[in-house]
């Protein structure tokens, strides 16, 4: 398998993160057992630096760039900022890349131009969209993998089905699956099928590069092994799971068909209640309601302003200087038989005698998922 696509370094302040990952030293690595032998290309400032991915077996194409590039993030479902920036990124000479199977990503510094019987294109990008075939690239099947924002940004439509059987029709694509974060993803084919693939639970939710496993675990099973498009995203779904929980590449696959789906249901609301009497609680409080918001969760916080209905189907409580009022919230919450995640950081101690039946959980983007999950399965 052939993979295009950019080393970067990554760097996080919650969890702590420092790693030289990107879209393909991270799905070379997500592959490497399953699919020894392939091969990443990619730019690079220092060849010494693609050390580690060669320790796992994967073999290296590299090509120069000028400098190192740099996404970092304060925590995992955080927007990068990007060093240099964007438009001060200098623009390498194209890539070529031949093969059977080509897993191609975007670039920031430069592009591959593709020919492969099979390939898969995950474009990365919500701005400039540019088709598969616009570089030169060729493929007899291609199949494209994408967000829901993306996909919109790159049709200019908003209903996710128009806008997939679109990108079918004028991409010349047999298939597309368009991610949907907390929902899971959809498979739409040229054939006419569509297929709503669930996403799975995960004890640990790490966001940065889960985009990346889902590309390269779908080529491997969909491009190399010839499973169905269907069958190759739930697989995708599922070793997304897998390293969200572990933080460990490569996926190990013996370990997915333990994982349980989420039974998401549209129409699912979160109540959000914590403190906002300082700077740092009141971020946290902005924080999560924005977050859960781009997930697509209807989330009311009234300490923000936002009116109550009642009807929320589960409660997210930042527990960070509430104390003994956490209990309160708690017996509240299971009288009105709603979920209940609380998001601990501190790890403060949480007398639970009084009443059971809740997560407490010590990580920001964790909390945030699983609140999200317990809405949609609550509703």
Known sequence: MQIAGGCYRELCCLPE?????????RAAAAISASSPGSVLHTYIEDTSNLEYLKSLGIKTQAYSRSSAIVFSYFHTLSNPYIQPPLDEIAKQSKINVSGDVV?????LEGEAVIDARRAVFDPQSLRDFTAFWDNG????????????????????????RLAALYLIEFQAAKVVVVKGGVKGATVFE?????????????TKVFKIGTGDVFSAVFTHHWGEKGVSAADAADIASRSVAEYCSTNCLPVIEGRLSQLEPI??????????????????????????????????????CPLLGDSVSGKESALLIIADGLGS??????VQAKDAKKRVVIL?????????????????IDDFSTAIYHAAWASAENN
């Open 17 to 25: 993160w420092n790693e030289l990952y990107g879209s393909g030293g």
């Open 103 to 107: 897993l191609r990503f975007g670039f």
């Open 137 to 160: 690239s060729n493929a007899k099947e291609l199949a494209i993998v994408l967000n829901e924002l993306e996909l919109q940004c790159a049709t200019e439509i908003d209903d996710i």
């Open 190 to 202: 040229s054939n006419g099928r569509i297929t709503t693939i669930p996403s799975y639970r995960s």
């Open 263 to 300: 039974s998401y249901s549209s129409g699912g609301s979160i109540l959000l209640l914590g403190k906002t009497n300082s700077v740092g609680r009141r971020y946290v409080m902005e924080e999560a309601r924005f977050v859960l918001r781009d997930l697509g969760i209807s989330v009311s």
């Open 325 to 330: 009022e956490v209990i309160d919230l708690l």
């Open 344 to 360: 601990n950081e501190t790890k403060e101690k949480i007398d639970d005698r009084k009443i059971g039946g809740f997560e407490v």
